[in-house]
């Protein structure tokens, strides 16, 4: 059997449940192998099973992994054993384990072993062992596909930790921890500890400038400062809210990500779409709608380009100083050297 670490995850908060048999994990993410283990430990405890770590430093360690699981009986103590290394096992193991496995489903064996891997390339996925773990137990898939995906698992963590994002804060998070599952791990947890108390029953609402504030670590200047004066067409200020955010060591892609949405709403309005829907506050409606009515479809082409531009600098693959492309792409906004088009 196989399936998706995130359906796992959902299935072992049933803590009546019993764990026991053969699984395997692959994972790249340290971070998983690590949630799923802490997902397990309570079902154990429940259980009285004992946590047992073993290391595979040969293919002769899987002989102490398999005396350990025979020599353990009904009427003892069951261990929940974590296996950990890339040795994979024999012939003879191979059908040992099967025996086990069977013990296991048979309701005769209450032991549980988890195999922790890195990822598996479909080669290796191909092999003896990998088979058997896919036949007789339950292969873990900790690879993540798509940004999709890690969204998911992180909006299951969020609750975990009494949270809820609004859809504008989990683009902001996304788009600031592209590909880094830790960093937007840490993020939630310091959401967690700065909104959050251990006896609330309701999740705390967290809209873009809770974590706008939290990103910038509290600072004289958020991106929110720099989306007001950009607006207003206020080129000094701008640059010097930039200035801050850079000595601060604000990541460019949160400011990217603020200025690029500005952008996106003021060609929705030209578009005639209404403010209200589109999420605009009341009071700064108006300052949209002068910036909208003052340029034209090209330039917004234009300012687009350079988004696309800055965010390859970001991601190192070009070779311009996304720092220097921000403050253009604003000066530009804030009327400072605009093209004609």
Not at 175 to 200: E, G, V
Not at 301 to 319: C, N, R
Request: neutral net charge; aromatic residues 8%.
């Amino acid at each position: 059997m196989q399936k998706r670490f995130l359906a796992v995850a959902e299935s072992l908060k049933n803590p009546t449940m019993m764990l026991s048999g053969l699984w395997l994990l692959h994972s790249d993410e340290p971070l998983m192998i690590q949630w799923l283990i802490d997902a397990c430990r309570p079902i154990w405890q429940a259980n009285h099973q004992v946590m047992k770590r073993i290391d595979l430093t040969s293919p002769k360690s899987w002989h102490e992994v398999t005396q350990e699981l025979a020599s353990l009986s009904l009427f003892e103590e069951s261990t929940a054993i974590i296996l950990s290394g890339k040795h994979k096992p024999d012939d003879a193991i191979l059908s040992q384990l099967i025996d086990f496995a069977n013990d296991a489903k048979a309701g005769t064996s209450t032991h549980h072993l988890i195999w922790l891997l890195p990822k598996q390339d479909k080669k290796s996925q191909n092999t003896k062992a990998f088979k058997l773990f896919d036949q007789h137990g339950l292969i873990i898939h900790g690879t993540i596909q798509n940004e999709s995906e890690r969204r998911a698992l992180l909006m299951a963590k969020a609750q975990d930790f009494k949270l809820s994002l609004t859809p504008d804060a989990w683009q902001m998070l996304m788009s600031h921890t592209q590909h880094d599952l830790l960093t937007a791990y840490q993020t939630l947890w310091r959401l967690s500890y700065a909104h959050t108390l251990p006896s609330q029953s309701q999740l705390a609402v967290i809209d873009v400038p809770d974590l706008s504030t939290l990103l910038s670590e509290g600072g004289v200047f958020s991106v929110f400062d720099l989306s007001d004066a950009l607006i207003q067409r206020q080129p000094n200020q701008c640059l010097k809210i930039i200035n801050y955010l850079y000595q601060t060591n604000t990541a460019p892609s949160i400011i990217l990500w603020a200025i690029s949405k500005d952008i996106h709403l003021i060609a929705a309005l030209r578009n005639g779409q209404d403010p209200q829907k589109l999420g605009i506050w009341r009071n700064k409606v108006l300052n949209y709608q002068n910036l909208a009515n003052n340029i034209s479809d090209g330039i917004i082409s234009h300012w687009l380009t350079q988004v696309y531009e800055i965010d390859k600098a970001i991601k190192g693959l070009s070779q311009d100083n996304a720092w220097r492309l921000i403050r253009r792409l604003v000066l530009s906004i804030c009327g400072v050297g605009v093209m004609t088009v």
